[in-house]
């Protein structure tokens, strides 16, 4: 599999999150990457990843002049379309051809809405190896919990249960049917929709 792709050399301080690398034979997608230097010693960079087969986390260290092999991936603009047991429908909206990914492939799922533009880095061998969703999402609220009169005096937050089942902390004056915009990364409530 590896054999196919274009694999580069990058410093471990050029890596961020969302980059594909090569560890140990198996591809990973950065999930964090942060660059630590202790007292006396040599800066490092403390990377999490998603192993992009088995879905599992880890993290690693890594020294900070270390060469790391990246893998080179396309960006494709796809539209997804429905879900197909545990994997989603997606289709180029140029070519119209359709691609089915790993549910698990994808971060923030519960937000994912039919017709919705996703970006997906796509290998040279034809392997998806992310897909990424806008930052934010339109939600609509389907419970929240009661609200009492004076709590408009201070900035109150209260529990509310989205549409898609998440569940975050929104101002008082939201209430069930309200839309409102929401972080996908950490289900924080943003604005009204």
């Known amino acids: 599999m590896l054999t196919r792709l274009h694999l580069f050399f990058s410093s471990a301080n050029d890596i961020r999150a969302g980059h594909i690398i090569d560890r140990k034979g198996r591809l990973m997608v950065v999930v964090k990457a942060q660059h630590q230097k202790s007292g006396r010693g040599q800066a490092f960079v403390q990377i999490e990843y998603r192993d992009i087969a088995s879905g599992a986390k880890g993290n690693d260290r890594l020294r900070s002049g270390e060469d790391v092999e990246?893998?080179?991936?396309?960006?494709?603009?796809?539209?997804?379309l429905y879900p197909e047991g545990a994997k989603l429908v997606f289709m180029d909206p140029e070519s119209f051809e359709q691609m089915e990914v790993d549910e698990e492939l994808v971060e923030g799922r519960a937000y994912l809405a039919e017709g919705e533009e996703v970006s997906m880095g796509v290998a040279d061998?034809?392997?998806?190896?992310?897909?990424?969703?806008?930052?934010?999402?339109?939600?609509?609220?389907?419970?929240?919990?009661?609200?009492?009169?004076?709590?408009?005096?201070?900035r109150s937050m209260k529990e509310a249960i989205l549409e898609n089942g998440r569940k975050t902390q929104v101002p008082t004056f939201v209430e069930p049917g309200d839309r409102i915009v929401v972080r996908i990364s950490d289900d924080t409530y943003i604005s009204r929709g």
């Not at 080179?72 to 603009?77: A, F, I, L």
């Not at 392997?127 to 408009?152: D, G, H, I, Y």
Request: glycine share 2%; no cysteine.
């Open 70 to 80: 990246r893998v080179r991936v396309e960006s494709r603009r796809m539209t997804y």
């Open 125 to 154: 061998d034809g392997q998806v190896v992310s897909v990424t969703l806008p930052e934010v999402a339109t939600v609509t609220v389907a419970e929240t919990a009661a609200s009492f009169r004076n709590e408009t005096l201070t």
